[in-house]
């Protein structure tokens, strides 16, 4: 099949959908300059695996060394602006005001793009938290003065005075419930899930298109590679994302 035809098909299913289920991974904000998580990173980290750094035990084990990675993960983040693919899903949820956007990133591009309602799956890096899990009123803290940076040292709770770390789940540790029931039930009631930019490996974000396939829905793949995800995908659009879905809008908007 021609690809403006799988293009056309995907818009079809979009325009049509009642319950219009996305989820995005690391690839969505490439076009922004944020490595995913599985390609190979250039200059100063160059030599981490980022498997091993997001880890409870890394942090243990080395509290300045995961730190650092996050801050400058942070200063990555903080520079980068949603691309097109960020700002056609903004644009998509405007058509589809049922659509759900479950991300397994981090960062907070889609709702920097006028994305709203979004489940994250695994956290934001804008925010910290006790790694003592003190619950210390407020438990969300954002790097100010009153915590002051000692050195290359992840800084002290101010409640219990153990360090603070990223907000965000790492390899080992279990999904926020609320978040992960939410994505469940919006895979299964999904009628069309857009399935962007993810390997499809890491569980239990993985399953998501698992089950919204298995409870019927049309599944569409937005990735320049083959993914796990692929073999359960009826259209598969290969490419990247900031190319792919400004096309999609320009064909629901001619559909
Ligand atoms: P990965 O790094 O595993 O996969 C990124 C996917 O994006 C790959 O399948 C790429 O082919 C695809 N990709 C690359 N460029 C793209 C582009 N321009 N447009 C669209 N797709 C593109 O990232 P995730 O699947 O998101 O979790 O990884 C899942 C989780 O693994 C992350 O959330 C993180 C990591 O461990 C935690 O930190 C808990």
């Known amino acids: 099949m021609a690809f403006s035809d799988l293009i056309q098909q995907a818009a079809a299913l979009c325009k049509s959908s009642c319950r219009l289920a996305v989820l995005t991974g690391a690839g969505v904000s490439k076009e922004s300059g944020i490595p995913t998580f599985r390609d190979a990173m250039d200059g100063l980290w160059a030599q981490y695996d980022p498997q091993e750094l997001a880890t409870l035990e890394a942090f243990r084990r080395n509290p300045s060394l995961v730190w650092n990675w996050y801050q400058f993960r942070r200063s990555v983040v903080q520079a980068a602006q949603p691309n097109a693919g960020h700002i056609a899903l903004a644009r998509l949820q405007q058509l589809c005001p049922h659509m759900q956007i479950i991300t397994q990133n981090v960062d907070n591009l889609h709702e920097r793009a006028g994305s709203t309602k979004v489940i994250r799956l695994h956290?934001?890096?804008?925010?910290?938290?006790?790694?003592?899990?003190?619950?210390?009123?407020?438990?969300?803290?954002?790097?100010?003065?009153?915590?002051?940076?000692?050195?290359?040292?992840?800084?002290?709770?101010?409640?219990?005075?153990?360090?603070?770390?990223?907000?965000?789940?790492?390899?080992?540790?279990?999904?926020?419930?609320?978040?992960?029931?939410?994505?469940?039930?919006?895979?299964?009631?999904?009628?069309?899930?857009?399935?962007?930019?993810?390997?499809?490996?890491?569980?239990?974000?993985?399953?998501?298109?698992?089950?919204?396939?298995?409870?019927?829905?049309?599944?569409?793949?937005?990735?320049?590679?083959?993914?796990?995800?692929?073999?359960?995908?009826?259209?598969?659009?290969?490419?990247?994302?900031?190319?792919?879905?400004?096309?999609?809008?320009?064909?629901?908007d001619n559909v």
């Open 123 to 252: 956290g934001s890096i804008a925010l910290n938290r006790c790694s003592g899990n003190c619950q210390g009123n407020p438990t969300h803290l954002t790097i100010d003065r009153a915590i002051p940076a000692t050195g290359d040292e992840p800084p002290a709770c101010p409640h219990c005075g153990k360090y603070i770390r990223p907000d965000v789940v790492w390899f080992g540790e279990v999904l926020p419930a609320k978040q992960i029931e939410h994505a469940k039930q919006l895979a299964r009631t999904a009628d069309v899930m857009l399935v962007i930019g993810t390997s499809g490996v890491v569980q239990p974000a993985a399953h998501m298109p698992v089950i919204a396939r298995s409870a019927g829905a049309k599944i569409i793949e937005v990735n320049p590679v083959k993914s796990e995800v692929t073999p359960l995908a009826h259209v598969w659009l290969q490419g990247p994302s900031a190319e792919i879905l400004p096309q999609i809008i320009e064909a629901i």
